[in-house]
């Protein structure tokens, strides 16, 4: 029975998923769940994965959420995946982790706590919270300094000093990317102080290709044309723009 893999493309974890089976060539079926259009809290969605959150898997019987844990059970169930995704050397699993679990409370928090509350949250039917964007910006210059001196000071070109990706490297560039969401100015002042984060998401891009950037054209093109639709005042358009708009640049 093929894989199922439940996602958004909007979604920074759901884009991991997708791009680790494709890079790896795992055979799976693409469910969408449209977070605009609260697809992720129909009953349906709720058997898939009660946390009611894009990604999730189904394999058969078994049924997974969580992006980190899916990543480790698709490169630990499925033969010919790279042993430089998820090491069987128990010390650079470990280590592994660490990224990984650090990362859901500082880069993912600070990266997704502030783009939620500066830009995106209307996607989705929230209101911007300007007080909790800062807050979470704090929070995402913290992280990037952090990946900056700490989990890039190795001598290799990815996290922990390795040579190769692992899912750690796939996990936080995919959040990073999500900054691209939000204008020049503020992405360069996030970004423009970490030259070697600027590199290693290029490094990681390249290592990815051509999934890496396959998977996030469609959405950047979808989010820069609701972006300027929003500035020019119109409301009330995520329901009639982001079907279309994402459908058209799959
Ligand atoms: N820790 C989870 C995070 C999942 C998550 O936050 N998913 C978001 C999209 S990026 C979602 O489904 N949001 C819908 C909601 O919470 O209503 C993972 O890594 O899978």
Known sequence: MTLKVYIDP???PSRAVIIFCKINDIDFEEVRVELSKRENVSPEYKEINPMRQVPAIVDGRFKLFESHAILIYLASAFPGVSNHWYPA??????????????????????TAG??????????????????AAAEARKLL??????????????????????????????SLACQIMQLEVLDEKDLNGLLGPHKKVQQWIEDTKYALRP???????????????????????VNNETESLSKPALRANM
Not at 103 to 110: E, I, K, V, W
Not at 152 to 163: A, D, E, I, Q, T
Not at 220 to 233: D, I, N, Y
């Open 10 to 12: 909007i979604s920074e």
């Open 89 to 110: 050397d128990v010390f650079k699993r470990a280590k592994i982790h660490s990224v990984l679990d650090w990362h859901h409370s500082f880069l993912r928090r600070g």
């Open 114 to 131: 502030y783009i939620m509350n500066s830009t995106l949250a209307p996607v989705v039917g929230r209101p911007l919270n300007p007080q």
């Open 141 to 170: 210059s913290y992280s990037l300094s952090k990946i900056e001196s700490f989990w890039l000071k190795g001598s290799g070109k990815f996290l922990l000093g390795s040579n190769q990706p692992s899912i750690a490297d796939l």
């Open 211 to 233: 999934h890496f950037d396959e998977a996030h054209k469609a959405v950047f093109t979808f989010l820069e044309r609701w972006k300027k639709q929003s500035s020019r005042g």
